[in-house]
C-alpha cells in the first residue's frame, strides 16, 4: 500500500509563504503523476497543482494559484513538494497530496487513487 504523509500546514499571515511536504512510502513517486487538492469546509476538493513523472516534467496549476505556487520533486528523498507564496486567505483550505498510478496529470480528484490524510493551511487576513 502506498502511504502518502503531508507536512508543513500551519497558520500564517496573508502574503507569508509555507512549503508542504508529501513523503511517500511503499513505491518510488518519480514513476508516477502527483498532485495537490485542497477542500475549504463547504467547498468540493480542488485542484492545486500537478506534476507528471520526473522524466517528463510538466507542472499544472490552478488558475487561482499559478504564479504563486510551486510543485516540484526530491525524487532521493521521495518527496514531493508545494511552495506557497503570497498566501490569501482564499487558500485557507486542508491540503491533500495524491498519487495516480500513471504518468499524465488529471485535474480530478476521482482520478487519483492514493492520498495523504492532509494537512490544515490557515491564512489570516
Known amino acids: 500500500q502506498v502511504q502518502l504523509v503531508e507536512s508543513g500546514g500551519g497558520l500564517v499571515q496573508a502574503g507569508g509563504s509555507l512549503r508542504l511536504s508529501c513523503a511517500a512510502s511503499?513505491?518510488?513517486?518519480?514513476?508516477?503523476?502527483m498532485g495537490w487538492f485542497r477542500q475549504a469546509p463547504g467547498k468540493e476538493r480542488e485542484f492545486v497543482a500537478a506534476t507528471t513523472n520526473w522524466s517528463a516534467a510538466s507542472t499544472s496549476y490552478a488558475d487561482s494559484v499559478k504564479g504563486r505556487f510551486t510543485i516540484s520533486r526530491d525524487n532521493a528523498k521521495n518527496t514531493v513538494y508545494l511552495q506557497m507564496d503570497t498566501l490569501k486567505p482564499e487558500d485557507t483550505a486542508v491540503y491533500y497530496c495524491?498519487?495516480?498510478?500513471?504518468?499524465?496529470?488529471?485535474?480530478?480528484?476521482?482520478?487519483?487513487?492514493?492520498w495523504g490524510q492532509g494537512t490544515q493551511v490557515t491564512v489570516s487576513s
Open positions: 495524491a498519487l495516480r498510478l500513471g504518468n499524465l496529470v488529471r485535474y480530478e480528484a476521482t482520478m487519483y487513487e492514493f
Open positions: 511503499g513505491r518510488t513517486t518519480s514513476r508516477y503523476a
